[in-house]
């Protein structure tokens, strides 16, 4: 079976689409450099597929690291690409680090691909370049915004480096997947979300209040325009967000593809509200949250959810998952790594 390379692999979104390639047969290796994660999530992917990922602590910032890599793995046929850092509020204190991190370490992968005969790529792009978008549901086709923050920018920069780079090169086969919210855990709870710090994120803000590590959840805002006053977001489970990477891997590697530079929005296409989200943690967990409704909070998008005709219909790819199923996991997984 093809070898391929999944960047950033023990982090989030990473661990579980090891899992899903390694499921379908794939041979994996990571390169992480733990700066975000941890390498208890190797034993923790193992014990689910019951076979350990090739491993190789690089960061992707050293470029003959990355050289010395692919000439020692110079059978990889494929590479997903999550490494990148992904705080939006922190890349508006330290963009270069953005900058640096999550362009220079892409342009290092892309010039390796190019001395192969022939690559597939697959980028981590996000729901975050249609900005707050004139239309809902989003399609594929919504104007790209001026980005909200250089986490945002790297992106949008991103997306284009890879378009500009396919136009003159044939032999790299590349797709950007757009993620909407990505959430939950693995059934088994071997693996989740591992934030450092306060979370950024909603839904381990959530569990994290449920377990008693943080006093109460503050709703940024009730009074905006949608049926309950609070924003939306589309939330996308993330073992359906993994499936849908070797979905469109398979696609490159298959030769399915009908540009050498697609883009896909990877959502379920339902918008789900803040207190909806709680209200599903509640369900699923049986707990009461705290939570309180405070001020708006300084660019926030009011909703955002996909149109997922495009994903559906070219790549044969659906959710399955539901917003229960993912608070369940994510409960799940924050009790046992509490526990
Ligand atoms: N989680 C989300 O809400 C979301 C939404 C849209 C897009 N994305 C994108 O998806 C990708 C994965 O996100 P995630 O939530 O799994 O993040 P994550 O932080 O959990 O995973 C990223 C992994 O990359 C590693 N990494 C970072 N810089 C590296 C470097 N220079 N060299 C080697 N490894 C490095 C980290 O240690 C971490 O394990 C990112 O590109 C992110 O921007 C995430």
Redesign the pocket.
């Known amino acids: 079976m093809d070898k391929i390379l999944v960047?950033?692999g023990?982090?989030?979104?990473?661990s579980h689409t090891v899992v899903e390639l390694q499921n379908e047969g794939y041979d994996v290796v990571i390169?992480?450099?733990?700066?975000?994660?941890s390498i208890n999530v190797l034993d923790g992917i193992t014990s689910i597929t019951g076979k350990k990922p090739i491993f190789e602590k690089?960061?992707?910032?050293d470029k003959a690291g990355v050289e010395a890599f692919f000439e020692k793995h110079n059978d990889v046929k494929g590479v997903i690409h999550?490494?990148?850092?992904?705080a939006v509020g922190e890349s508006v204190e330290k963009p270069l680090l953005y900058y640096e991190?999550n362009i220079g370490?892409l342009v290092y992968l892309l010039k390796e691909l190019k001395k192969l005969p022939e690559a597939s790529f697959i980028f981590?792009s996000?729901c975050t370049v249609y900005g707050q978008a004139d239309e809902l549901p989003i399609t594929e086709s919504a104007p790209v915004k001026q980005a909200e923050s250089p986490y945002g920018n790297t992106k949008q920069i991103g997306e284009e480096i890879i378009s500009d780079t396919c136009k003159v090169t044939p032999s790299i086969k590349a797709i950007a997947l757009r993620?909407f919210?990505?959430v939950g855990a693995h059934e088994s709870a071997n693996i989740g979300e591992l934030p450092i710090g306060v979370p950024q994120?909603l839904v381990p803000f959530i569990t994290q209040t449920g377990i008693g590590l943080r006093e109460q959840l503050s709703v940024f805002g009730d009074d905006y325009p949608t049926p309950d006053g609070t924003c939306i977001r589309d939330y996308i489970h993330v073992v359906d967000l993994a499936k849908a990477h070797v979905v469109a891997l398979k696609r490159l590697l298959g030769n399915k593809n009908k540009a050498n530079y697609e883009t896909f929005n990877l959502g379920t296409g339902k918008g789900s509200s803040v207190l909806e989200v709680v209200q599903a943690f509640e369900r699923v967990s049986g707990k009461k949250l705290n939570y309180k409704i405070v001020g708006r909070r300084e660019g926030d998008i009011i909703s955002a959810y996909a149109d997922t005709t495009k994903a559906n219909e070219e790549l044969g790819w659906k959710t399955k998952l539901t917003l229960d199923d993912a608070l369940r996991s994510a409960w799940k997984w924050e009790q046992k790594i509490r526990g």
């Open positions: 960047t950033g023990l982090g989030f979104i990473g390169i992480d450099d733990l700066s975000n994660s690089l960061d992707l910032k999550f490494a990148a850092s992904k991190n370490t981590s996000s993620y919210n990505p994120n």
